[in-house]
Structure formats: structure tokens, C-alpha cells
């Protein structure tokens, strides 16, 4: 049954689209200034570039994770979300306020930004993936407040399931830790320890709840496996999650100035990570192969089960890989951390968002799915794009490998930028496979443009 309040997902996935294209745009331009350090500077400096492309990423898989909720919630509790007009106000607060904040990073120097935003009244600024103005980072509060307090009002009004119990703990955790960006200690220590509390309790806590949540979700819709068994899985997965995701933020502590117990309990916990990863492919896999129909929707099968393959090899092995204190040593820092970053980032949040935008959409058009030829251009746009991520893992891996062979090894170690010299044929190599995953995107966006033969109707 299709609920009319569920209308309003579809701005927050057009915008979600719109900034990912920006984003991997920025993308290509930083990988060009790797190996043409003067392209397009003064106008749009390195830091500036990294600025804007790691915010939108940030911004646009929010808008997707909204989006997805406003979506499945009002399904899930059989209910009519409890305000769409709340939900478009902050629609249009938070993408006017996004819009403006990337405008400021190219339009003016950053500590002029500053200035001019009130900075010096409550200093949040300057600090890596959390450069918004104070006012933006209180904007984002308010979004996010409202936001929570429209869907548990759904929640409480109507149906009560697992899967929206869980996408609200993951919701509310996202709202709770981004409070850490507002706290910004003089001492440098203390600093980088509540840093974390944002970045990785993030990615690595609540964002994974809400992944495990939407996946379950959409596997539920297109292999009509029992409610009760995938539940189950999504019960054990979360509780990996969140017992090894806490604990395993020691990973970050081993070289900032923390206790030596957290080389213990870092390496240790962060090893565990890849195991609610892991099972959770185990269970997409399992609930496609135990499926009770054939969904016409094969493309958003796919996604769900590339979700849950790259998850597990980004965020999982990729991980696990430099996560050891031991090693860590010679690695933090280097492009192994980048490597392990882009095929986490795209396997976890990327592909889930697309894989509930590839199932939403066409419902929301009164379809069960978009034609077959529509199904096959948009597989074209998923094939280039996951293809296209692996080869830039792995071209980064190559490159971290001898960075760190050179640099922090051997008995003559070279210096950074001698290195950096050495290993440009992987950052060549890199941008390559970065124009690549441009054409899959634009495949992907021409998949929505695609008629063809009739669709099945929903």
C-alpha cells in the first residue's frame, strides 16, 4: 500500500543526486591538483576543493538517509507521516543552508567565513570533515531535531517494527553525536578523543544502524522472506555493530597522546568490525536465495546485494587491513587510509541510499518497477561505478603500500614530497578510473529517463 505523505521523499532524493554529482566533480578536480598542483588554483585551492567534496558527501548521504526514512516509515507503521509539510519546511532550510555554506567555501577565504559567521562568538570551525560555520552546524541541529520529532510521531502514532526501532536509535544517535562538533577544546588531545565522537560513532555507530535498517527494509519488499527471520538477522547485526563500533573508536586514539590501554582495546574491538559487516552480506544473500516471489525491481536486488558485498570489503577488509596498532604505525595517514575511506564510504552509505532511491522512485510513480530497458541502463551505471571504486581502492592501496615503504621504512626513509613524485602514476591511474565512475553516475541519472516497454504497475 502506497501512503500519500510518502511524496515528500522524492525532493530529498533529487537533491541527494544533485550533490553527489558535485561531489564526485570535486572529486576529479582534487585528483587532478594531485598530479597538476596548479590546476584551477588560485580560484579553487586544494584544501578549498577537499573542503567542499568531503562536505557534500556528508550533506547529500544525510538528505538520502531523510529521504529514505520519509519513505519507509510512513509503509512501515501503516500510518500517514505525522507532518509532510514539516518535512518539505526542512527540506528547504537545510538545502538552502547547504547550498550557502558551499557558496562561502568558494566564494570567500575560509577564515574570512569565519568572521563573517560568528565564529569567534562559539569557535567549531577549522577542525577536518566538521569545517561548517557555527551557523550551519546549528541549522543542522534544527533539521535534525525536527526531523527526529516528525518520525517518531509517525512511529508513535501508528504500527511499531523492528525496523523502525532500530532507524530510530540510528537517527537519534546521528542527532546525539553530531552535538560533539559544537565541543572544541583548546588542549589538542582532548580535541582529536571528542572528535572522533562525531566522525566515527558516525560512520563506523548510528550510520550503521541505519543502513542495517533500510536494508532490511528493502530486502523485505523484494523477496517477501517472513518479517520475523530478517528481524532476527538485523537484531544480531546491529548488536555486532554497536559492541564492536563503540569500543573500536580506540582505534583512532593509538598515536594522539591517549592512554597506551587503547592500542590494547583499539586493535582488538576494530578487528571485530568487519564481523557485523560480513554477516550482513551472509544474510542479503540468504534472503534473495530463500526469496518467496521474483520482484520486477531486479535492479534494486542488485543493489542491496552490492550494499551488502562492498560494505563488507570497504569498511570490512579494507579496514581490518591497517587497523592492528602494529600496523597502524607505519600506515595512518598514508593513501591506504583514502583506499580504505572510498570503498567504505561507497559500499556502505552510497550504495544504500541508491539501492533505496532504485526501489522508491519508481513506486512513488505508481510502478512496482521502471521498465527492462531502464533496469538494464541503470545496471550499466551500478557495474561502471562499483567497477570503477574498486580499481580506485585498489590504485590507492597500491599507491599507501610504497608511501609507506619509502617514507616511514627501510634506513634512508625519502621525504613526503619526494614520495608523492614516486608514486604519481597511481594518482594518474586514480583519475582514470574517477572519470570512469562520472559516466556510471551519468549512466545511472539516464536510467530515470529511460521509457521502453511497459512497467509493471505497482
Known amino acids: 500500500m502506497q501512503y500519500q505523505s510518502q511524496a515528500v521523499a522524492k525532493p530529498y532524493f533529487i537533491a541527494a543526486l544533485a550533490m553527489f554529482a558535485g561531489q564526485i566533480i570535486f572529486g576529479l578536480i582534487m585528483g587532478l591538483q594531485y598530479v597538476i598542483g596548479d590546476f584551477l588554483f588560485p580560484e579553487i585551492p586544494f584544501n578549498v576543493a577537499r573542503m567542499v567534496h568531503t562536505n557534500l558527501l556528508i550533506v547529500w548521504l544525510l538528505f538520502g538517509f531523510m529521504g529514505a526514512a520519509y519513505y519507509l516509515v510512513p509503509e512501515e507503521s501503516e500510518t500517514e507521516l505525522f507532518s509532510p509539510k514539516l518535512a518539505m519546511a526542512l527540506f528547504w532550510i537545510f538545502l538552502v543552508a547547504g547550498v550557502l555554506t ?63 526501532s532500530v532507524l530510530l536509535i540510528g537517527l537519534g544517535g546521528l542527532a546525539v553525536f553530531f552535538l560533539f562538533s559544537f565541543y572544541n577544546p583548546d588542549n589538542l588531545v582532548l580535541d582529536k578523543y571528542f572528535w ?113 558485498v562492498m560494505s563488507f570489503l570497504g569498511a570490512g577488509v579494507w579496514g581490518f587491513m591497517h587497523t592492528l596498532a602494529p600496523v597502524n604505525y607505519y600506515t595512518h595517514g598514508t593513501q591506504l587510509t583514502a583506499a580504505h575511506a572510498h570503498m567504505a564510504f561507497y559500499g556502505a552509505y552510497v550504495m544504500i541510499v541508491l539501492c533505496m532511491i532504485s526501489y522508491a522512485m519508481p513506486m512513488m510513480r505508481g510502478r512496482a518497477a521502471n521498465s527492462a530497458k531502464a533496469q538494464v541502463v541503470e545496471m550499466w551505471g551500478f557495474w561502471l561505478m562499483t567497477i570503477s571504486i574498486v580499481l580506485i581502492t585498489l590504485f590507492l592501496t597500491g599507491a599507501g603500500i610504497l608511501q609507506v615503504y619509502m617514507q616511514r621504512m627501510g634506513d634512508a626513509p625519502m621525504s613526503f614530497m619526494v614520495v608523492q613524485d614516486k608514486i604519481t602514476l597511481f594518482y594518474w591511474l586514480r583519475e582514470a578510473a574517477g572519470v570512469v565512475f562520472l559516466i556510471g553516475l551519468i549512466t545511472y541519472f539516464a536510467s530515470f529517463f529511460v521509457g521502453g516497454d511497459e512497467a509493471a504497475s505497482a
Not at 574570512?112 to 577536518?128: F, H, Q, S, V
Not at 566538521?130 to 552546524?137: N, S, V
Not at 583512532?252 to 597506551?260: A, D, K, L, Q, R
Open 102 to 164: 558551499i557558496v562561502g567555501y568558494l566564494a570567500v577565504p575560509y577564515a574570512t567565513l569565519a568572521k563573517i559567521t560568528g565564529n569567534d562568538i562559539l569557535p567549531t570551525m577549522g577542525r577536518e570533515f566538521l569545517e561548517q560555520p557555527t551557523i550551519t552546524k546549528i541549522g543542522i541541529v534544527i533539521v535534525a531535531l525536527g526531523f527526529l520529532f516528525n518520525i517518531l510521531m509517525t512511529v508513535l502514532k501508528g504500527r511499531k517494527t523492528v525496523i523502525t
Open 196 to 308: 572522533w565522537w562525531t566522525v566515527h560513532l558516525w560512520v563506523e555507530g548510528v550510520w550503521e544502524l541505519i543502513l542495517g535498517s533500510i536494508l532490511a527494509f528493502v530486502l523485505i519488499k523484494v523477496t517477501g522472506v517472513d518479517r520475523e527471520v530478517i528481524e532476527k538477522w538485523l537484531y544480531v547485526i546491529i548488536a555486532m555493530t554497536l559492541i564492536t563500533g563503540i569500543i573500536g573508536t580506540g582505534h583512532h586514539y593509538f598515536w594522539i597522546g591517549t592512554p597506551e590501554y587503547w592500542q590494547v582495546l583499539g586493535s582488538i574491538f576494530s578487528a571485530l568490525e568487519p564481523i557485523p559487516f560480513f554477516m550482513m552480506a551472509v544474510f542479503a544473500f540468504n534472503m534473495v536465495n530463500r526469496r518467496r516471489r521474483e520482484h520486477p525491481n531486479k535492479v534494486a536486488t542488485l543493489w542491496a546485494l552490492g550494499t551488502a
